[in-house]
């Protein structure tokens, strides 16, 4: 496997986009999580629990992005 190719089938790096942050502009991001709670009304288990919705933040601003919330999230969550 060649440097520019990705581990998924047929993807290569020339062929993608930068993603920047959307305040400051930087090109590194680590994965972070929001968790939602789960009420035991609705949980199939009948207890309380969290559920984890994975997303990136900045590594320079902590800025997370408006492309990495999902939909259902974005008029739900408070972001610093």
């Given at each position: 496997?060649?440097?520019?190719?990705?581990r998924?089938?047929?993807?290569?790096?020339k062929?993608?986009?930068?993603?920047?942050c959307e305040?400051?502009?930087?090109v590194t991001?680590n994965q972070?999580v929001?968790?939602?709670?789960v009420?035991?009304?609705?949980?199939?288990?009948?207890?309380?629990?969290?559920?984890?919705?994975?997303?990136?933040?900045c590594?320079?601003?902590?800025n997370?992005?408006?492309e990495?919330?999902?939909?259902e999230l974005?008029n739900?969550?408070?972001?610093?």
């Open positions: 496997m060649n440097q520019t190719q990705l998924g089938p047929g993807v290569d790096v062929q993608t986009s930068e993603v920047k305040k400051c502009d930087n991001f972070g929001f968790l939602r709670k009420s035991a009304l609705v949980n199939p288990e009948g207890r309380d629990a969290y559920l984890p919705i994975p997303t990136f933040y590594t320079s601003c902590g997370v992005n408006e990495f919330i999902p939909t974005k739900k969550i408070q972001l610093v």
